[in-house]
Protein backbone atom coordinates (compact mmCIF):
# COMPACT_ATOMS: atom_id res chain seq x y z
CA UNK A 1 0.00 0.00 0.00
CA UNK A 2 1.26 3.67 -0.98
CA UNK A 3 1.42 6.13 1.55
CA UNK A 4 0.72 9.26 0.63
CA UNK A 5 2.64 12.62 1.11
CA UNK A 6 -0.85 14.08 2.89
CA UNK A 7 -0.93 10.85 4.38
CA UNK A 8 1.82 12.65 6.52
CA UNK A 9 0.74 15.89 6.46
CA UNK A 10 -2.98 15.84 7.33
CA UNK A 11 -3.68 19.04 5.22
CA UNK A 12 -7.41 19.50 5.42
CA UNK A 13 -9.06 20.70 2.03
CA UNK A 14 -9.36 24.30 2.46
CA UNK A 15 -5.41 24.03 3.85
CA UNK A 16 -4.48 21.91 0.56
CA UNK A 17 -6.57 24.96 -2.14
CA UNK A 18 -4.49 27.56 -0.27
CA UNK A 19 -0.95 25.65 -0.75
CA UNK A 20 2.16 25.41 -3.15
CA UNK A 21 4.60 22.83 -3.56
CA UNK A 22 8.21 23.93 -4.46
CA UNK A 23 10.55 21.52 -6.35
CA UNK A 24 13.71 23.19 -6.67
CA UNK A 25 16.35 21.30 -9.08
CA UNK A 26 19.21 23.77 -9.81
CA UNK A 27 19.79 27.61 -9.01
CA UNK A 28 19.19 28.30 -12.39
CA UNK A 29 19.01 25.63 -15.83
CA UNK A 30 22.66 25.45 -15.15
CA UNK A 31 23.77 26.15 -11.46
CA UNK A 32 24.66 24.50 -8.33
CA UNK A 33 21.71 21.71 -7.50
CA UNK A 34 20.01 22.68 -4.52
CA UNK A 35 20.47 19.60 -2.83
CA UNK A 36 24.31 20.07 -2.63
CA UNK A 37 23.74 23.95 -1.77
CA UNK A 38 21.70 22.70 1.21
CA UNK A 39 23.91 19.69 1.95
CA UNK A 40 26.89 23.00 2.10
CA UNK A 41 25.16 24.20 4.75
CA UNK A 42 25.52 23.62 8.75
CA UNK A 43 23.07 21.26 10.49
CA UNK A 44 21.64 24.20 12.46
CA UNK A 45 20.67 26.41 9.28
CA UNK A 46 19.23 23.37 7.65
CA UNK A 47 16.88 22.69 10.61
CA UNK A 48 15.60 26.17 10.64
CA UNK A 49 13.80 25.77 7.14
CA UNK A 50 15.01 29.05 6.28
CA UNK A 51 17.86 29.12 3.71
CA UNK A 52 19.04 30.10 -0.22
CA UNK A 53 17.48 27.38 -1.52
CA UNK A 54 13.57 28.26 -1.21
CA UNK A 55 10.86 30.28 -1.70
CA UNK A 56 12.32 32.66 -4.45
CA UNK A 57 9.27 35.05 -4.87
CA UNK A 58 8.93 35.59 -8.55
CA UNK A 59 9.05 34.26 -11.66
CA UNK A 60 10.14 36.58 -14.67
CA UNK A 61 7.55 39.42 -14.15
CA UNK A 62 5.31 36.45 -11.95
CA UNK A 63 4.69 35.84 -8.50
CA UNK A 64 5.30 32.41 -7.01
CA UNK A 65 3.38 33.16 -4.03
CA UNK A 66 0.88 35.40 -2.49
CA UNK A 67 0.70 36.79 1.01
CA UNK A 68 -1.09 33.90 3.14
CA UNK A 69 -0.01 30.98 1.24
CA UNK A 70 1.53 27.80 2.60
CA UNK A 71 4.38 26.35 0.90
CA UNK A 72 6.10 23.15 1.09
CA UNK A 73 9.49 23.33 -0.59
CA UNK A 74 11.23 20.02 -1.82
CA UNK A 75 14.62 19.53 -3.33
CA UNK A 76 15.90 16.92 -6.19
CA UNK A 77 17.78 14.20 -4.42
CA UNK A 78 17.86 12.11 -7.60
CA UNK A 79 15.53 11.05 -10.77
CA UNK A 80 11.56 11.83 -9.61
CA UNK A 81 13.06 11.59 -5.34
CA UNK A 82 12.68 14.89 -3.22
CA UNK A 83 13.84 15.76 -0.31
CA UNK A 84 11.54 17.70 2.27
CA UNK A 85 13.32 20.87 3.35
CA UNK A 86 10.96 23.46 4.78
CA UNK A 87 6.90 24.91 5.38
CA UNK A 88 6.37 28.05 5.79
CA UNK A 89 3.71 30.95 5.91
CA UNK A 90 4.46 33.89 2.90
CA UNK A 91 4.56 36.91 4.71
CA UNK A 92 5.71 39.32 2.37
CA UNK A 93 6.69 38.92 -1.64
CA UNK A 94 9.46 41.69 -1.98
CA UNK A 95 10.03 42.13 -5.60
CA UNK A 96 13.13 40.06 -7.15
CA UNK A 97 13.81 38.37 -3.98
CA UNK A 98 12.92 35.14 -1.86
CA UNK A 99 10.05 35.55 -0.27
CA UNK A 100 9.96 36.27 3.91
CA UNK A 101 8.20 33.67 5.45
CA UNK A 102 7.30 32.05 8.92
CA UNK A 103 8.19 28.70 9.82
CA UNK A 104 5.28 26.40 10.58
CA UNK A 105 6.67 24.30 13.53
CA UNK A 106 4.61 21.18 13.15
CA UNK A 107 6.17 20.20 10.16
CA UNK A 108 9.97 21.21 11.53
CA UNK A 109 10.63 17.55 12.49
CA UNK A 110 10.56 16.63 8.93
CA UNK A 111 12.70 18.97 7.30
CA UNK A 112 15.80 16.58 5.62
CA UNK A 113 14.39 13.33 6.24
CA UNK A 114 11.13 12.72 4.32
CA UNK A 115 11.77 11.89 0.86
CA UNK A 116 9.07 12.28 -1.68
CA UNK A 117 9.03 10.36 -5.05
CA UNK A 118 7.26 12.28 -7.55
CA UNK A 119 7.82 12.17 -11.52
CA UNK A 120 8.35 16.01 -12.57
CA UNK A 121 10.96 15.29 -15.28
CA UNK A 122 13.53 17.21 -16.30
CA UNK A 123 11.98 20.81 -16.66
CA UNK A 124 13.27 23.40 -15.06
CA UNK A 125 11.18 25.87 -15.79
CA UNK A 126 8.49 24.82 -13.43
CA UNK A 127 8.90 24.56 -10.43
CA UNK A 128 6.21 25.70 -7.57
CA UNK A 129 2.63 24.22 -8.22
CA UNK A 130 -0.99 24.12 -6.70
CA UNK A 131 -0.48 21.24 -4.17
CA UNK A 132 -4.09 20.71 -5.19
CA UNK A 133 -2.61 19.48 -8.46
CA UNK A 134 -0.08 16.98 -7.42
CA UNK A 135 -0.52 15.82 -4.36
CA UNK A 136 -2.28 12.39 -5.43
CA UNK A 137 1.20 11.61 -6.99
CA UNK A 138 2.89 12.48 -3.78
CA UNK A 139 4.03 9.37 -2.68
CA UNK A 140 6.36 9.20 0.32
CA UNK A 141 9.47 7.23 -0.27
CA UNK A 142 11.12 6.86 3.42
CA UNK A 143 11.04 8.91 6.53
CA UNK A 144 14.83 9.20 7.93
CA UNK A 145 15.61 8.24 11.35
CA UNK A 146 18.21 11.28 10.98
CA UNK A 147 18.34 13.77 8.64
CA UNK A 148 19.61 13.46 4.84
CA UNK A 149 23.54 14.33 4.64
CA UNK A 150 23.97 12.94 1.56
CA UNK A 151 25.25 9.41 2.43
CA UNK A 152 23.60 6.10 1.58
CA UNK A 153 24.63 2.49 2.11
CA UNK A 154 26.37 1.68 -1.72
CA UNK A 155 26.29 -2.15 -1.57
CA UNK A 156 27.94 -5.01 1.10
CA UNK A 157 31.32 -4.94 -1.41
CA UNK A 158 31.78 -1.28 -0.70
CA UNK A 159 31.56 -1.11 3.44
CA UNK A 160 35.02 0.60 4.23
CA UNK A 161 34.41 2.56 7.39
CA UNK A 162 36.92 4.47 9.44
CA UNK A 163 36.46 4.07 13.44
CA UNK A 164 34.37 7.20 14.12
CA UNK A 165 32.63 7.16 11.15
CA UNK A 166 31.30 3.61 11.74
CA UNK A 167 30.52 5.38 15.31
CA UNK A 168 28.45 8.23 13.92
CA UNK A 169 26.36 5.25 11.75
CA UNK A 170 25.85 3.61 14.82
CA UNK A 171 24.88 6.23 16.93
CA UNK A 172 22.16 7.01 14.23
CA UNK A 173 24.21 10.41 13.23
CA UNK A 174 24.53 9.50 9.09
CA UNK A 175 23.63 7.14 7.14
CA UNK A 176 21.00 5.25 8.69
CA UNK A 177 20.34 2.91 5.56
CA UNK A 178 24.18 1.67 6.66
CA UNK A 179 23.15 0.32 10.29
CA UNK A 180 19.91 -1.58 9.32
CA UNK A 181 22.04 -3.25 6.35
CA UNK A 182 24.84 -4.20 8.75
CA UNK A 183 22.06 -6.09 10.66
CA UNK A 184 20.74 -8.33 7.76
CA UNK A 185 24.25 -10.13 7.16
CA UNK A 186 26.95 -12.29 8.73
CA UNK A 187 30.41 -12.38 7.13
CA UNK A 188 34.26 -11.99 7.72
CA UNK A 189 35.67 -8.63 7.84
CA UNK A 190 39.15 -7.19 8.35
CA UNK A 191 40.03 -4.66 10.74
CA UNK A 192 42.82 -2.43 9.83
CA UNK A 193 45.55 -0.72 11.64
CA UNK A 194 46.12 2.38 9.16
CA UNK A 195 49.41 3.56 11.67
CA UNK A 196 51.47 0.32 11.42
CA UNK A 197 49.40 -1.54 8.37
CA UNK A 198 48.70 -4.82 10.59
CA UNK A 199 45.05 -6.58 10.14
CA UNK A 200 42.88 -8.43 11.90
CA UNK A 201 40.44 -11.00 10.23
CA UNK A 202 37.25 -11.92 12.01
CA UNK A 203 33.77 -13.51 11.63
CA UNK A 204 30.06 -12.28 12.69
CA UNK A 205 27.70 -14.76 12.96
CA UNK A 206 25.53 -13.50 15.81
CA UNK A 207 21.50 -12.61 15.20
CA UNK A 208 22.46 -9.21 14.01
CA UNK A 209 24.96 -9.84 11.70
CA UNK A 210 28.03 -8.33 11.43
CA UNK A 211 26.23 -4.89 12.80
CA UNK A 212 25.98 -6.81 16.51
CA UNK A 213 29.86 -7.69 15.69
CA UNK A 214 31.41 -4.36 14.87
CA UNK A 215 28.98 -2.95 17.89
CA UNK A 216 31.28 -4.95 20.46
CA UNK A 217 34.43 -2.98 18.90
CA UNK A 218 32.99 0.69 19.18
CA UNK A 219 32.02 -0.32 22.62
CA UNK A 220 34.94 -1.92 24.12
CA UNK A 221 37.46 -1.35 20.93
CA UNK A 222 39.47 -4.38 21.15
CA UNK A 223 36.30 -6.74 20.92
CA UNK A 224 37.87 -8.89 23.53
CA UNK A 225 40.47 -10.54 21.07
CA UNK A 226 43.86 -11.01 22.56
CA UNK A 227 46.44 -9.05 20.60
CA UNK A 228 44.15 -6.48 20.46
CA UNK A 229 43.19 -5.72 24.12
CA UNK A 230 47.25 -5.86 24.59
CA UNK A 231 47.41 -2.80 21.97
CA UNK A 232 44.53 -1.31 24.00
CA UNK A 233 46.22 -1.36 27.05
CA UNK A 234 49.22 -0.16 25.70
CA UNK A 235 47.81 2.69 23.52
CA UNK A 236 44.37 3.76 24.74
CA UNK A 237 41.00 3.56 23.27
CA UNK A 238 41.99 7.12 21.75
CA UNK A 239 44.39 4.72 19.13
CA UNK A 240 41.66 2.86 18.34
CA UNK A 241 39.62 5.75 17.27
CA UNK A 242 42.18 7.38 15.33
CA UNK A 243 44.08 4.84 13.52
CA UNK A 244 41.63 1.90 12.30
CA UNK A 245 38.93 1.41 9.78
CA UNK A 246 36.25 -1.40 9.21
CA UNK A 247 36.01 -3.40 5.92
CA UNK A 248 33.76 -6.64 4.73
CA UNK A 249 35.57 -8.75 3.08
CA UNK A 250 32.63 -11.52 2.45
CA UNK A 251 29.02 -11.64 3.23
CA UNK A 252 26.46 -13.84 3.83
CA UNK A 253 22.83 -14.41 5.11
CA UNK A 254 21.87 -14.20 8.85
CA UNK A 255 21.25 -18.54 7.91
CA UNK A 256 24.13 -19.33 6.42
CA UNK A 257 26.31 -22.06 8.36
CA UNK A 258 28.36 -20.67 10.65
CA UNK A 259 31.00 -23.44 10.76
CA UNK A 260 31.22 -22.86 7.01
CA UNK A 261 32.12 -18.54 7.98
CA UNK A 262 34.48 -19.73 10.49
CA UNK A 263 36.41 -21.52 7.31
CA UNK A 264 36.55 -18.71 5.56
CA UNK A 265 37.46 -16.82 8.24
CA UNK A 266 40.34 -19.22 8.63
CA UNK A 267 40.94 -19.04 4.68
CA UNK A 268 41.45 -15.17 5.02
CA UNK A 269 43.51 -15.16 7.89
CA UNK A 270 46.17 -17.31 5.71
CA UNK A 271 46.00 -14.72 2.98
CA UNK A 272 47.13 -12.34 4.80
CA UNK A 273 49.61 -13.99 7.34
CA UNK A 274 48.06 -12.25 10.18
CA UNK A 275 48.30 -14.51 12.99
CA UNK A 276 52.33 -14.11 11.94
CA UNK A 277 51.85 -10.46 11.26
CA UNK A 278 48.74 -8.92 12.31
CA UNK A 279 46.54 -8.64 15.39
CA UNK A 280 45.48 -12.61 15.37
CA UNK A 281 46.42 -15.08 17.83
CA UNK A 282 44.96 -18.11 16.42
Not at 37 to 50: A, E, N, T, V
Amino acid sequence: MNLLLNDILNLSIEEINNSRIELNMTEGSKGIAYIDKWLSLSQSDRDSGITDCSYWGWYGNKKNFNIGHTVFSFVKVSSDEWLFISAAEILDVPVASRAKVKIIDKFQPFFGRLIMKYKKGNTYARYVFQMKNLLENCLVKEILPCPYNGEQFEGYDRVHLPFRKLQDVFNGKIMPTYYEALKKVTGIYCLTDTNNGKLYIGSATGVEGVAQRWGNYLDSKHGGNKKLIALYNQKGFEYFEEYFTYTLLEYFSLSYDPEKILLREQYWKMCFNTIKNGYNDN
